[in-house]
């Protein structure tokens, strides 16, 4: 899904940019040459010998001008209307970012809230007999802590262990030697241990003091 998700950012992107490219083509193409008013008063000038008297030759000069500054006004609306598009680009660009992140930080929501508690990180500190879940710290006892440990090297290992090959590793004897309900019996002490601190932390709240509640939103709890 991710790398959908960039590579539809990428595409969008370059749809973006492509498209604003040609408009600014086609606009910039659209535009009157700049020195089109100034060929047109030369050509006057060069037809029209008979225009001799002063009057005539002063309105020339102010055609002349007139088309000087028209030049000049139409060459900073062209650096305007550059300036502008490369802002919608941006804009466009930064919105589609932004829509795309939108979306895959909504379908990720989705997903968490169909899965439930989601683990993006695990932390075993044997020091102080603590496991960091996504920063939430929960104490284990030392069996408990064994029994992640090995659960934790076996899954780095892409393995699955037995009851009897987790009683093995952890009492240092061989794994046909192990009984299968001792390493099942550590895997229900470390559910347990942990999962009463992880509903405690994050479900039943204990309030010093003053008792319990559920530490959710009340507007989704329903009863049937």
């Known amino acids: 899904m991710r790398r959908n ?3 539809f950012v990428i595409i969008g992107i370059g749809v973006v940019a492509a498209l604003l490219a040609i408009g600014a083509i086609v606009m910039f193409w659209a535009l009157p040459d700049a020195n089109a008013f100034n060929a047109r008063v030369e ?15 002063k309105l020339l000069e102010i055609l002349a001008q007139s088309g000087t500054a028209f030049s000049d006004t139409l060459t900073n609306y062209r650096v305007l209307i550059g300036v502008l598009l490369i ?19 909504n379908r990720r929501m989705a997903q968490i809230e169909r899965t439930g508690i989601q683990v993006s990180s695990l932390l ?3 020091e102080e007999n603590k ?13 408990a802590m ?10 780095m ?12 590793v952890i009492s ?36 010093a003091r003053r008792g319990y509640m559920l530490a959710i939103d009340k507007d989704v709890i329903k009863v049937l």
């Open 5 to 7: 998700g960039g590579r």
């Open 43 to 57: 050509r006057i000038f060069m037809e029209n010998d008979t225009l001799t008297s002063a009057s005539e030759i």
């Open 87 to 105: 802002f919608a680009a941006a804009m466009l660009v930064a919105a589609v970012v932004l829509l795309m992140l939108l979306i895959t930080f």
């Open 124 to 126: 075993i500190s044997r």
């Open 131 to 143: 496991v960091y879940l996504n920063n939430l710290g929960f104490s284990l006892t030392p069996a």
């Open 146 to 155: 064994e029994t992640l440990a090995v659960l934790a090297e076996a899954r």
């Open 157 to 168: 290992d892409d393995d699955i262990m037995s009851g009897s090959e987790i009683e093995g």
């Open 172 to 207: 240092g004897r061989n794994a046909a030697d192990c009984d299968e309900a001792a390493g099942a019996t550590r895997i229900k002490r470390l559910r347990d241990t942990l999962g009463n601190q992880i509903v405690s932390e994050l479900l039943v709240k204990n309030i």
